[in-house]
């Protein structure tokens, strides 16, 4: 619990209105605006919320100086909303540190190095010339194979598996059974059956990298798979062999990577996305959920639907559907009408 000023007093750039009583005014929670209870904080992000924020049951609200002015209730005025509630949730939900504390049904290879106050959860096994950085946690049943490079500050969910060579940076975050460095899909066809290509490239991912449950980056068949500093996956993410991921991408839920394509700095790709192999997608495009991309964008902008159209394109594709379905109706009456006059006219 905080007092609203203690609180304030944690978010750089916070200003108190409304707020003379901001020393007795007591902070339990962090809720929606919507929330049914009673000494909780919550927020406003832009104007289409100020109204719900005046009637809230919050005791107090975090908002910008925009709307500050529409706003009667006591106040925590900020210059980035979504920054300062960050800042507020890690005072409410501090985020877990590492103990430094090894399971003893953890094995480590003789010749493996783990840095300093780093723990390992049970049964984690780490392989022969491993290094793990310091200040990392790695939870239980996480495989991390030879010679790979984890950096510090790592925080690796449950049953994740690194397998050899793989590269990884400095504040890496991955949630539960993700997948890294395994075989890329490569193959030839011969005598009848699908033969395999030796996957021999490895897996090189920056500083600074969140991803979420259940996602595939493969090893590269010849040259390395890269996701650059930045990137932040959701669950469900397949990164195929050989792609190489600019800086800063973000890649939503159930989308795809195919082989050898790259994409540039700063892409945002929507959910449930596929996007075919050996393409180039231009630095700071935006590929809109369900979205299936075959050839690659002449230029930067914002991309959708199954033809993978630029979004203007995607709009006129719609009203000429639309339109389309129209005529129809029409010609189903101009039929009707050249029935009943007993016109007869050639298909």
Same mark, same amino acid.
């Given at each position: 619990?905080?007092?609203? #000023? ?21 902070? +339990?929670?962090?809720?929606?605006? @919507? ?11 832009? &104007?289409?919320?100020? +109204? ?6 919050? $005791? ?8 500050? *002015? ?39 290879? *003789? ?12 049964? %984690?096994? %780490?392989?022969?010339?491993? %290094? ?12 991390? /194979? ?14 994740? !598996?690194?397998?050899?060579? !793989? ?88 989308? /795809? ?11 945002? %790709? ?34 959708? /639907? ?5 979004? /203007? ?8 559907? &639309? ?7 029409? $010609?189903? #009456?101009? &039929? ?8 007869? @006219?050639?298909?």
């Amino acid at each position: 619990m905080k007092t609203l #000023r203690e609180l304030a007093a944690l978010l750089p750039g916070a200003e108190l209105r409304n707020a003379d009583q901001a020393d007795s005014i007591q902070i +339990q929670s962090i809720r929606p605006l @919507a929330y049914d209870g009673k000494d909780f904080l919550s927020f406003v992000t832009g &104007k289409g919320y100020v +109204q719900a924020g005046g009637a809230s049951k919050a $005791a107090a609200l975090l908002v910008t100086a925009e709307f500050a *002015s529409q706003l009667s209730k006591p106040l925590i005025v900020v210059p980035v909303v979504e920054a300062a509630l960050a800042q507020a949730l890690r005072v409410f939900f501090p985020e877990r540190k590492p103990d430094g504390q090894i399971s003893p049904h953890a094995v480590v290879h *003789s010749s493996a190095k783990v840095g300093k106050n780093t723990s390992l959860g049970h049964f %984690v096994t %780490v392989g022969a010339n491993s %290094v793990i950085g310091n200040d990392c946690i790695i939870e239980d049943g996480v495989k991390i /194979g030879e010679d790979v490079v984890i950096g510090d500050n790592a925080r690796i969910g449950m049953n994740c !598996t690194f397998s050899y060579g !793989t590269r990884i940076g400095k504040n890496f975050t991955v949630f539960g059974n993700s997948t890294f460095g395994g075989d890329g899909f490569g193959f030839y066809f011969a005598n009848g059956i699908h033969n395999k290509i030796p996957q021999v490239g490895n897996v090189l991912i920056g500083d600074n990298v969140e991803i979420g449950a259940n996602c595939t980056v493969d090893r590269g068949a010849l040259q390395d798979t890269i996701v650059k500093d930045g990137c932040k996956f959701d669950n469900m993410v397949h990164i195929a062999h050989n792609c190489n991921v600019g800086k800063n991408v973000i890649i939503a839920g159930q989308s /795809g990577l195919a082989g050898s394509t790259t994409l540039g700095d700063n892409v945002i %790709v929507g959910g449930a996305t596929a996007i075919a192999d050996h393409l180039i997608v231009p630095d700071g495009t935006i590929v809109a959920g369900g979205t299936l991309i075959r050839n690659s964008p002449k230029e930067k902008g914002v991309y959708a /639907g199954t033809e993978g159209l630029s979004f /203007g394109d995607f709009q006129k594709m719609r009203a000429n559907i &639309k339109h389309l379905v129209g005529f129809n109706k029409w $010609a189903s #009456r101009i &039929k009707a009408l050249e029935k009943k006059a007993g016109i007869t @006219a050639e298909e």
